[in-house]
C-alpha cells in the first residue's frame, strides 16, 4: 500500500523558516517524481514544487522561488521542502504527491493534479505574528 506521510509543519512568524518531510512507503520512490501541492484556508490546490525522480531537476511556482527549497533523498524514501522568508500567505495546508507515471517530469506542474495518484494527509503551516 502506497503511504506518504507528511511531518514538519507549524506555526511561524513572518520571515521564518520550516522544513517538510514527506515519509514515503509502499512503492518504488525512486523512480518517480513527486511534488509538493498546498491548499489555503478557502482556496483551492496550488502546486508548489516538483523534483524529478533522481534529484536532479527541481521545478517550483513562481511565488515560491527563491525562498522554497525541494530535495528528496531516495536512500530514505523522503521528500524535503525546506522554506525560508515565509509570508502569511503561504499559510496553507501542505501536502506531497506521487506521479502516477515512473520516470515522467513535467516542469509546469499547475492545475495539473491528474499526473498524481497518490497524496499524504498533509501538514498545517501557518505563517503569523
Known amino acids: 500500500e502506497v503511504q506518504l506521510v507528511e511531518s514538519g509543519g507549524g506555526l511561524v512568524q513572518p520571515g521564518g523558516s520550516l522544513r517538510l518531510s514527506c515519509a514515503a512507503s509502499?512503492?518504488?520512490?525512486?523512480?518517480?517524481?513527486m511534488s509538493w501541492v498546498r491548499q489555503a484556508p478557502g482556496k483551492g490546490l496550488e502546486w508548489v514544487s516538483a523534483?524529478?525522480?533522481?534529484?536532479?531537476?527541481?521545478s517550483y511556482t513562481d511565488s515560491v522561488k527563491g525562498r522554497f527549497t525541494i530535495s528528496r533523498d531516495n536512500t530514505k524514501n523522503t521528500l524535503y521542502l525546506q522554506m525560508h522568508s515565509l509570508r502569511p500567505e503561504d499559510t496553507a495546508v501542505y501536502y506531497c504527491a506521487k506521479y502516477k507515471d515512473a520516470f515522467r517530469f513535467y516542469f509546469n506542474n499547475s492545475d495539473a493534479n491528474y499526473r498524481y495518484d497518490a497524496w499524504g494527509r498533509g501538514t498545517q503551516v501557518t505563517v503569523s505574528s
Open positions: 523534483i524529478s525522480a533522481d534529484g536532479d531537476v527541481p
Open positions: 509502499g512503492f518504488t520512490f525512486r523512480v518517480y517524481t
